[in-house]
């Protein structure tokens, strides 16, 4: 009799890459990946493909359209009903451990094991959500079996015991005698991060780093003057294994707040990490800020 089939619930071109990688390493089987997309990046679209590709697994995807709360909730409800309901997996795997849709869809369906898999530095952040929310804490992140992540030596979502660290991205390129330099900037959804700074302070922070590359956040809508931005439907940490392989010789700066890709990359070869800082997001992410000398980044105080 066939198995149950296992559900992977991803939300972001990195949560698809991430779930790509721990189907393939762990060798699961039977996969059925579901793109909940609600930023309309193509770069979510690029992954899933590469994950149909890679891993043979089948796919849904539900986008949401609405505007309105309630009609959102009726549009997903739908959705469920039709593709859904009553239907029973053997595990079900989540990144975005807070998101409504994701609540939603486990009143409808069974499953015997949840597990979890890195949302990025939300995973990290012991003065965040997922540390602190009673909802999360008792009925998801109590209930996981195993934990996969990307980040070692930090402490996670889960007890050690559940943890497991999985090597995802290439960090042993060969490199050349350094003969020059670029600068890299990796964009944030800022309007989500605040509230002292607009979109012209940050224009004039890029401009007066010298940035030659900026890598644009898949939920970001500013748009920056005075930088080259980078057209790519890879992750930035794809793109920069690449980037290294092909000059080898260049030194590589990397300019952000405090962005995932920061401790993604932090032992590739030829890079160095800059995290920028006020006080404002040192009052909201210090301990993010903090950890990050555990990843080779270096904090820059702003003005």
């Given at each position: 009799?066939?198995?149950?089939?296992?559900?992977?619930?991803?939300?972001?071109?990195?949560?698809?890459?991430?779930?790509?990688?721990?189907i393939e390493k762990k060798?699961?089987?039977?996969?059925?990946?579901?793109?909940?997309?609600?930023?309309?990046?193509?770069?979510?679209?690029?992954?899933?493909?590469?994950?149909?590709k890679i891993t043979g697994?089948?796919?849904?995807?539900?986008?949401?359209?609405?505007?309105?709360?309630?009609?959102?909730?009726?549009?997903?409800?739908?959705?469920?009903?039709?593709?859904?309901?009553?239907?029973?997996?053997?595990?079900?795997?989540?990144?975005?451990?807070?998101?409504?849709?994701?609540?939603?869809?486990?009143?409808?369906?069974?499953?015997?094991?949840?597990?979890?898999?890195?949302?990025?530095?939300?995973?990290?952040?012991?003065?965040?959500?997922?540390?602190?929310?009673?909802?999360?804490?008792?009925?998801?992140?109590?209930?996981?079996?195993?934990?996969?992540?990307?980040?070692?030596?930090?402490?996670?979502?889960?007890?050690?015991?559940?943890?497991?660290?999985?090597?995802?991205?290439?960090?042993?390129?060969?490199?050349?005698?350094?003969?020059?330099?670029?600068?890299?900037?990796?964009?944030?959804?800022?309007?989500?991060?605040?509230?002292?700074?607009?979109?012209?302070?940050?224009?004039?922070?890029?401009?007066?780093?010298?940035?030659?590359?900026?890598?644009?956040?898949?939920?970001?809508?500013?748009?920056?003057?005075?930088?080259?931005?980078?057209?790519?439907?890879?992750?930035?940490?794809?793109?920069?294994?690449?980037?290294?392989?092909?000059?080898?010789?260049?030194?590589?700066?990397?300019?952000?707040?405090?962005?995932?890709?920061?401790?993604?990359?932090?032992?590739?070869?030829?890079?160095?990490?800059?995290?920028?800082?006020?006080?404002?997001?040192?009052?909201?992410?210090?301990?993010?800020?903090?950890?990050?000398?555990?990843?080779?980044?270096?904090?820059?105080?702003?003005?």
């Amino acid at each position: 009799m066939k198995s149950k089939k296992n559900l992977f619930i991803c939300m972001t071109p990195f949560q698809l890459y991430f779930a790509t990688k721990i189907i393939e390493k762990k060798k699961i089987e039977n996969v059925l990946i579901f793109l909940l997309d609600l930023s309309h990046s193509e770069k979510n679209y690029y992954y899933l493909d590469r994950a149909k590709k890679i891993t043979g697994c089948d796919i849904l995807v539900y986008q949401e359209r609405n505007s309105k709360k309630l009609f959102k909730i009726i549009s997903f409800l739908k959705y469920i009903f039709l593709n859904f309901f009553l239907k029973k997996f053997e595990g079900v795997y989540i990144a975005s451990l807070h998101d409504k849709y994701i609540h939603l869809l486990f009143k409808f369906i069974g499953f015997n094991k949840i597990y979890g898999f890195d949302d990025g530095v939300a995973n990290i952040n012991k003065d965040g959500l997922y540390f602190h929310d009673a909802f999360i804490k008792s009925k998801i992140i109590g209930r996981i079996e195993k934990h996969y992540t990307v980040f070692s030596g930090v402490e996670n979502i889960v007890d050690m015991k559940r943890l497991e660290v999985l090597n995802v991205f290439d960090d042993s390129q060969q490199v050349g005698t350094v003969i020059n330099k670029v600068v890299f900037f990796i964009g944030q959804p800022y309007v989500e991060i605040f509230n002292n700074k607009n979109e012209e302070d940050v224009n004039q922070i890029i401009c007066d780093l010298g940035v030659d590359f900026y890598f644009k956040h898949p939920r970001e809508n500013n748009f920056f003057k005075g930088v080259e931005y980078i057209d790519s439907n890879e992750i930035f940490e794809s793109f920069l294994e690449n980037y290294i392989k092909e000059n080898p010789n260049t030194q590589i700066e990397l300019y952000s707040f405090f962005s995932t890709v920061m401790f993604n990359v932090s032992n590739f070869s030829n890079v160095r990490l800059f995290a920028l800082v006020d006080e404002e997001l040192y009052q909201k992410y210090s301990y993010l800020y903090d950890v990050m000398a555990q990843f080779n980044v270096e904090k820059l105080w702003m003005k």
